[in-house]
T-cell receptor, first 114, second 113 residues
Framework: AQSVTQPDIHITVSEGASLELRCNYS??????LFWYVQSPGQGLQLLLK??????LVQGIKGFEAEFKRSQSSFNLRKPSVHWSDAAEYFC????????????FGGGTRLMVKP | DAGVTQSPTHLIKTRGQQVTLRCSPK?????VSWYQQALGQGPQFIFQ???????QRGNFPDRFSGHQFPNYSSELNVNALLLGDSALYLC????????????FGPGTRLTVT
């Protein structure tokens, strides 16, 4: 069965500092990987996705993520964090078949210090 | 272009009651998935509807059922509510072309007392 682990429940960074959120997955085949962001009381917004090809993917709001098959990881990065980035971030993995259910990690709550 | 919409926004029910949540997919999308997000956790897949049929189901009891209408909108029904059913219920839509990119609605917050 597929699973996703986000080892960091909470992360606090200073505004302007760099950010890396960790994501490890377990999946039998080539995964489809996603990062979503959720602001308080809101639904999920897709930041970026990886299906195939270049292992470094760019997303919205200045985020990027790198797929590393050897480490089963898909870490999210941003070079300079803004106060508006404070939110909950979820990594998810999906199967590559017609039933595109997503399996989510437990999430990482990002707090940004001024 | 309207995104995924859900109603109601909030709902309070009593144990043992039944509830129906509604979802309208993003324009052009024909596939609807439902997720349950308990407080402090990631969303968990309940089921997915395509062409008015349940195509895939997660590890949820039969108390959770759904329906998809010809206009692709969907309902989630939960019978015999338990306190543990309190959660944010998220609807996601996709276009079924194989991109596997799902667009989420704002969710319905269900509280069971």
């Amino acid at each position: 069965a597929q699973s996703v682990t986000q080892p960091d429940i909470h992360i606090t960074v200073s505004e302007g500092a760099s950010l890396e959120l960790r994501c490890n997955y377990s999946y039998g085949a080539t995964p489809y990987l996603f990062w979503y962001v959720q602001s308080p009381g809101q639904g999920l917004q897709l930041l970026l996705k990886y299906f195939s090809g270049d292992t470094l993917v760019q997303g919205i709001k200045g985020f990027e993520a790198e797929f590393k098959r050897s480490q089963s990881s898909f870490n999210l990065r941003k070079p300079s964090v803004h106060w508006s980035d404070a939110a909950e971030y979820f990594c998810a993995v999906g199967p590559n078949n017609a039933g595109n259910m997503l399996t989510f990690g437990g999430g990482t709550r990002l707090m940004v210090k001024p | 272009d309207a995104g995924v919409t859900q109603s109601p926004t909030h709902l309070i029910k009593t144990r043992g009651q039944q509830v129906t949540l509604r979802c309208s997919p993003k324009s052009g999308h024909d596939t609807v998935s439902w997720y349950q997000q308990a407080l402090g956790q990631g969303p968990q897949f309940i089921f997915q509807y395509y062409e008015e049929e349940e195509r895939q189901r997660g590890n949820f009891p039969d108390r959770f059922s759904g329906h998809q209408f010809p206009n692709y909108s969907s309902e989630l029904n939960v019978n015999a509510l338990l306190l543990g059913d309190s959660a944010l219920y998220l609807c996601a839509s996709s276009d079924g072309t194989g991109t596997y990119e799902q667009y989420f609605g704002p969710g319905t917050r269900l509280t069971v007392t």
